[in-house]
């Protein structure tokens, strides 16, 4: 079980053949409340960095990229009458989507716990 | 409210207002009617059984209703609106006498074009000073508002490139444009790309070079920029997107900046839409409608929607339909004319300010906008120091650092104080956005008293009274709303309580 991260403040914990995806505690600060999530329909081929998802908060409303290439398995659709978990339980509850895993030497070049923290603490 | 409790729960003249449908008293009623006649109903079972759902009231107390909900509004006419990106200017009371004058004021938009002649030279003469105002050939006086004409040039563009054989497939759009560009350019069925921007808070020009290619249909792109910025490279950026068989569209909420000053057209625009109710004084901000017209290249004007006026030397002709036109209007996004209104209130300002008018009114606009960045910017943070800004002023949360105030907690106090306040977090490429835009209708006074509160919440920040920021506003009829709780569960009507 390995969590990577992106620039973009998504994660992705990666569990055999299976990619789960939320957005970070960094992103769910900066983003405040949030209001509304659109995760994407079970079956959509997605690439790496494709708009997949979107978020609102109550300051503003950003996509969700798909960290790596593949399938969407399934979104998360207790997000849809719960959009606060993804502020409660950001890398828990509040998991956006799962997805297949189209090209593993792609989780390679992303971040790991301690690139991303390096990241977070460059941006403030 | 303030903690000041009276009997009535009113204070002095800030009265407690309830719905007015929980005011409604079945049976009162502001009109004597005759008795209803009976009549054999031939509805065929279709009569309506249950309530009407309208409440039941006396004339004055509907007029107080009213008034009373009006009072607790903030209007351009009530004070300072420094909304960014908004340009809440004075509405001159000169445009309203023009454009309640009775022969303007009574037409009817379905009479002969025969007996309206002066009303379609009107729009034609409107048109007129756009168009010499922006340097372009046409302009489309129907879309109804800014994201309206939005929508109006991307549907020129992508009927010009439908006529060429190939829709095209992408729309570049700057990371700090307004939300509606990209909103208009998926409802066109355009992918959006997002541009991003240099340090200095332009468009990247390389990024942009490398974005173009031949499945690009348009970039849309706000000049000056949403950080209040004029894009330097702008003529470069025309030619490139032109090698590639792009449309220009610019987003001209902005005008109010340049008017007078920089034509679009000679700067390679292909369309643009112009903010009546912006830049040329309109009412808007819930006192509306808006009205955004389009001006278009010689490479769109042929696209122009229906309807539009033709001076055919004698006399002013409609041209309505599709198989009327000698060109090839793309359609019909508006019923009747567009907002004539406001065409009446606009060529009033246009008139009355004259050419040196309208230039003046853009050098103060930038002028103002200035000022405060001059007299702010050693308490705050200006996101781009370098250089003049234009219409408005973009700061962001760098000074509240450590001092537990937001951006929105610094907003709430501004209420309190009686302003409207800025924009707030927008534009997004900076943190915790402030951004200011005074218009040239305010003068001097108003904007140093508005300088010396913000200067002094700003002391108050940072000697640490952060809880009073956290309990602004205080003098509200309501204190501070719960926007997360409104947003997530939105109760957008209102329903009779259960018995």
């Known amino acids: 079980m390995t969590v990577k991260y992106t620039e973009d403040h ?72 719960q959009p606060e978990l993804v502020n409660s339980s950001p890398e828990g509850d509040g998991w956006f989507f799962k997805m297949t895993i189209g090209d593993a030497s792609e989780l390679d070049k992303l971040l790991d716990e301690a690139g991303y923290k390096a990241f977070c603490e460059g941006l403030d | 409210m303030s903690d000041l409790h009276t009997i009535t729960g009113n204070q002095g003249l800030q009265i407690e207002e309830p719905l007015i449908f929980e005011q409604d008293t079945p049976g009162k009623c502001g009109v004597d009617l005759p008795d209803v006649p009976e009549v054999k109903t031939r509805l065929g079972g279709l009569a309506r059984e249950g309530k009407i759902g309208l409440p039941g009231m006396t004339e004055p107390d509907t007029v107080r209703h009213y008034m009373r909900l009006s009072q607790k509004n903030y209007a351009i006419d009530t004070g300072f609106y420094p909304l960014g990106s908004c340009t809440m200017k004075h509405n001159p009371r000169l445009n309203e006498k023009m454009a309640r004058l009775g022969g303007l004021a009574d037409l009817h938009p379905l009479q002969p074009n025969s007996t309206v002649q002066g009303a379609l030279e009107l729009i034609d003469q409107c048109a007129h000073w756009l168009k010499e105002l922006t340097g372009m050939p046409a302009v489309a006086m129907s879309p109804a508002a800014g994201a309206h004409g939005e929508l109006c040039g991307l549907m020129a563009a992508r009927a010009a490139h439908e006529a060429k054989g190939n829709p095209r497939k992408i729309v570049l759009c700057p990371e700090s ?33 490398a974005a ?253 009274a952060a809880e009073s920021f956290k309990s602004a506003p205080m003098l509200t009829p309501r204190r501070r709303l719960d926007e997360t709780k409104a947003a997530r569960s939105p109760v957008l009507k209102w329903t009779e309580a259960a018995e």
């Open chain 1, 10 to 81: 998504e994660w992705v914990l990666v569990e055999g053949d299976t990619a789960t995806v939320g957005i970070t505690d960094y992103a769910q600060n900066a983003l405040g409340d949030i209001v509304f999530v659109e995760t994407p329909a079970a079956g959509t081929e997605v690439s790496q960095g494709d708009d997949v998802a979107v978020v609102e908060s109550v300051k503003t409303a950003s996509d969700v990229y798909a960290p790596i290439t593949g399938e969407i398995i399934e979104g998360n659709d207790a997000l849809e009458d």
């Open chain 2, 177 to 209: 444009a307004h939300g509606t560009n990209p909103a208009t350019a998926a409802a066109c069925g355009y992918k959006v790309e997002s541009i991003p921007a240099t340090s200095d808070g332009r468009v990247d020009l390389d990024a942009l070079k």
């Open chain 2, 212 to 464: 173009l290619n031949e499945d690009v249909a348009a970039i849309m792109l706000t000049n000056p920029n949403t950080c209040g910025l004029f894009e330097r490279d702008i003529v470069e950026i025309a030619e490139a997107v032109h090698a590639v068989g792009a449309y220009f569209y610019c987003d001209g909420a902005n005008f109010n900046a340049i008017m007078g000053r920089v034509r679009p057209g000679d700067l390679g625009i292909d369309c643009m839409h112009i903010n009546l109710h912006k830049t040329f004084s309109t009412p808007h901000g819930g006192g509306g409608p808006g009205s955004g017209p389009v001006v278009l290249s010689a490479a769109l004007a042929p696209y122009a929607p229906v309807p539009y006026v033709v001076d055919t030397g004698d006399g002013f002709k409609l041209v309505e339909h599709k198989a009327d036109s000698d060109q090839d209007p793309f359609g019909r996004i508006k019923g009747f004319h567009g907002q004539m209104g406001m065409f009446i209130r606009s060529l009033s300002y246009m008139m009355s300010h004259g050419s040196d008018g309208l230039r003046q009114a853009s050098g103060d606009a930038v002028l103002n906008a200035n000022y405060l960045k001059a007299k702010l910017q050693d308490m705050l943070t200006v996101s781009f120091p370098d250089g003049p800004c234009m219409h408005e002023v973009l700061f962001d949360d760098r000074f509240l650092k450590d001092t537990g105030v937001t951006t929105l907690d610094f907003a709430k106090m501004m209420i309190d104080e009686g302003v409207h306040p800025m924009t707030m977090y927008f534009p997004l490429v900076v943190h915790g956005a402030l951004l200011m835009e005074p218009t040239e209708t305010e003068n001097k006074a108003t904007l140093d008293k508005f300088i010396h509160m913000i200067r002094e919440m700003t002391q108050k920040a940072k000697d640490g």
